[in-house]
């Protein structure tokens, strides 16, 4: 029996409508509420635009999804499913689309070159460099300049001039700022409308230092330098925990497509996409800096080819915190896919898995000194602070959401239902106790052997030969570490 047989179905049958805003296209109208399936293309979502709004037929329409990126906007392929873009979104962005303008859909309007009319953009540009040209000649009077955009170009260079100027920068929302060609993000913890297609056009093939900083001019110079050059580029992204590293990764990901694909979502971005869920739920957790902290460093290498289309990419994770699956220290949690799974799984998942509350698990429950609660839905709020959930977090909708992306980046659902079977093997290998026999010091017992069938039957082996190689496997660590004293917690996954 297929036991995601019920979770596929509610991707696939339920109708979902999705509100698409056609700005200067439609005058009159804020949006248009389109229903539409999961296989639904942006093609037939188009159709269905045309004919509720009665556009002009003639013309050449695209849909633009903008994401959490301060406005940025990415051009549909006909063949894109655009439902399936808006299950990766948040939750909080799922609920609120009416109102909110990070996540939403546009209908844009194809010129006849092929490039998408943003109405007034080359008009505005224009006019911003011929006011550069005419300050630069001396008609126009040269701004008071009560910042540096770069910090090499500081009269009096010392710690506190630099945080001067860096914190004067920060309150005008000027984010970025020059060491020469390093950049200097500070992370405003905020959404910025500084990443729309105005500023992707303003940055294209300009040379570092010549307009605002930006992250966008970064990737601008390593992109147009590896063309010319025809030699590998490499950026580098460090900072502390919460600095913004993954949202800078983000940015830097989607400018380079953009300018590959000039607008349009390729196959490479739409799978970096849905991968980027499913390395989130397994290599991100709780820290006492950071609600969704990634425990891994990323290296992620794209592919061009001589045109400068992007070819492939390949992710690899790295310095993976292994000692967090065992322990974790105060206020701070598991990789948050234990707590998906154990919150978003189904009746006959949790049957299948022998899955159990999360105070029930000694990799869950070495923080909290709560009792026992009988499921996730009769939690009381109090004031003393519960490692097993995050604020503003839907525990449910991010299992659904891991699932769906999952399915985008390839996994089958057997391959699925293996990966949640081993995660609920591991914890409850976390609950196996063992302790030394009694007169003899180079063996030991199992305080609570019933475990162990459920093991065997999660990881699908025999449970006389789990048993044996079980017991062989932890009296060799029992002779590897030493004496011990008490019952102690078997780590096998480390």
């Not at 460090?238 to 590959?260: M, P």
């Not at 009792?371 to 996730?376: D, G, M």
């Not at 659902?413 to 409850?428: D, E, G, M, V, Y």
């Amino acid at each position: 029996m297929n036991i995601n047989d019920g979770g596929r179905r509610r991707f696939e049958d339920n109708e979902h409508t999705l509100h698409i805003y056609p700005g200067t296209i439609s005058e009159g109208t804020i949006y248009c509420p389109i229903p539409a399936r999961k296989n639904s293309t942006a093609a037939e979502v188009i159709d269905s635009l045309i004919n509720r709004l009665h556009l002009d037929k003639t013309k050449c329409y695209v849909l633009a999804e903008v994401k959490e990126f301060g406005g940025e906007e990415w051009i549909l392929n006909p063949t894109d499913c655009p439902v399936q873009r808006m299950m990766l979104w948040p939750r909080m962005a799922l609920e609120n689309r009416l109102s909110g303008e990070d996540y939403r859909f546009l209908l844009r309007e194809k010129n006849l070159d092929g490039s998408i009319h943003y109405g007034s953009l080359q008009s505005w540009l224009r006019v911003t460099e011929e006011r550069r040209r005419m300050i630069e000649r001396g008609f126009l009077p040269q701004p008071q300049q009560k910042d540096f955009d770069d910090l090499c170009s500081l009269p009096y260079l010392n710690e506190k001039t630099l945080l001067e100027n860096l914190r004067n920068r920060f309150k005008h929302e000027k984010i970025y700022t020059y060491v020469g060609s390093i950049l200097i993000v500070i992370n405003p913890f905020k959404f910025l409308p500084i990443y729309n297609p105005k500023y992707v056009k303003m940055y294209d093939n300009h040379q570092l230092g010549k307009l605002e900083p930006h992250i966008y001019a970064v990737a601008d110079v390593a992109y147009h330098t590896m063309l010319q050059r025809k030699k590998n580029q490499c950026i580098v992204i460090s900072g502390e925990s919460g600095s913004g590293k993954t949202q800078s990764t983000n940015f830097l990901i989607h400018h380079l497509t953009a300018l590959s694909q000039k607008g349009f979502a390729s196959g490479v971005e739409q799978i970096i996409l849905g991968a980027g869920p499913v390395l989130e739920a397994f290599g991100n957790a709780k820290t006492a800096h950071n609600n969704n902290s990634s425990r891994f460093g990323k290296f992620i290498q794209v592919n061009y080819q001589e045109t400068g289309t992007v070819l492939g990419a390949y992710v690899e994770k790295y310095l993976l915190e292994k000692s967090r699956l065992v322990y974790q220290e105060h206020n701070e949690r598991n990789y948050h896919v234990f707590y998906y799974l154990l919150a978003g799984a189904s009746e006959e998942e949790r049957l299948a898995f022998h899955l159990k509350q999360p105070e029930e698990y000694h990799y869950l429950n070495q923080i909290t000194k709560k009792p026992l609660r009988q499921s996730w839905d009769d939690y009381c709020c109090d004031s003393e602070p519960d490692c097993f959930t995050v604020e503003g977090e839907d525990l449910k909708h991010d299992f659904e959401r891991l699932q769906l992306a999952m399915e985008m980046v390839g996994f089958l659902p057997k391959t699925q239902r293996q990966i949640f079977s081993l995660l609920s093997a591991i914890l409850h290998l976390g609950n196996i106790c063992y302790k030394k026999k009694t007169y003899r010091d180079d063996s030991i017992d199992i305080c609570n052997p019933e475990v162990l069938p459920v093991v065997s039957e999660l990881l699908e082996v025999s449970d006389y030969i789990f048993s044996c190689h079980f017991k062989y496997w932890v009296t060799c660590q029992f002779l590897f570490c030493g004496s011990f004293v008490g019952v102690n917690r078997l780590v096998l996954f480390y």
